[in-house]
């Protein structure tokens, strides 16, 4: 979590209480933590939040997996118009101990961190306690569309030139175009004779 970001939906579990055998958590989000969501995203709202998570010991961890569902309503990055998306966000995580993920730390030297096969994401540092309402808050943040667009956006397209300096265009960016229209001239030249 950002050092400079206060967490607006708390939910801490005990690292024991996760190491020992699985465990399910689900819940909904309150208007008011709702509300603090949508002003951390800047966002217009989020109508609704709900998770169902299941943590499973891992390794020397926990691995946090589930889905969260959410309604929230943005501006159109075109119109400015409220744009309502549905969000049905499949998570999966992992959490290992520090001494686990830097097992040679020496103060002052970098560490590599690989991709876990098993996860096929990086594990994570495993604090205790473990707050899940974060995981749901961050996994939130991911899965909100980053270019929200109004049904009435219709399609925007955008060149820029300097004064007098005709815009490049799409065919100006294929270095091979002018060789494909000469090779068709050529052809129907041919074709000709």
Same mark, same amino acid.
């Given at each position: ?55 499973? @010991? ?5 691995k946090l ?57 990086? @594990?994570?540092?495993?604090?205790? %306690? ?36 005709? %815009? ?6 294929? %270095?091979?175009?002018s060789l ?14």
């Amino acid at each position: 979590m950002n050092a400079n970001t206060q967490s607006v939906l708390v939910r801490q579990i005990s690292v024991a209480d996760l190491r020992d055998a699985t465990a399910r958590f689900e819940g909904e989000a309150s208007e008011i933590e709702r509300a603090a969501l949508a002003k951390r995203f800047d966002i217009l709202s989020v109508e609704s939040l709900s998770y169902s998570l299941e943590s499973v @010991p891992w390794r020397s961890g926990v691995k946090l997996s589930g889905v969260l569902k959410a309604v929230a309503v943005q501006k159109c990055v075109v119109t400015l118009d409220p744009v309502t998306e549905k969000i049905d966000e499949e998570l999966q995580r992992g959490f290992l101990p520090f001494e686990d993920l830097y097992p040679e730390a020496k103060p002052g030297f970098e560490h590599e961190i690989a991709v876990d096969k098993e996860l096929g994401e990086v @594990p994570e540092l495993l604090t205790d %306690p473990l707050d899940i309402g974060e995981i749901i808050a961050e996994t939130l943040g991911v899965a909100l569309d980053p270019y929200p667009r109004s049904a009435e956006a219709g399609e925007v397209s955008m060149s820029a030139a300097p004064p007098g300096v005709e %815009p490049i265009t799409d065919a100006d960016m294929k %270095p091979f175009s002018s060789l494909e229209a000469l090779r068709k001239k050529m052809e129907s030249d041919n074709s000709g004779n």
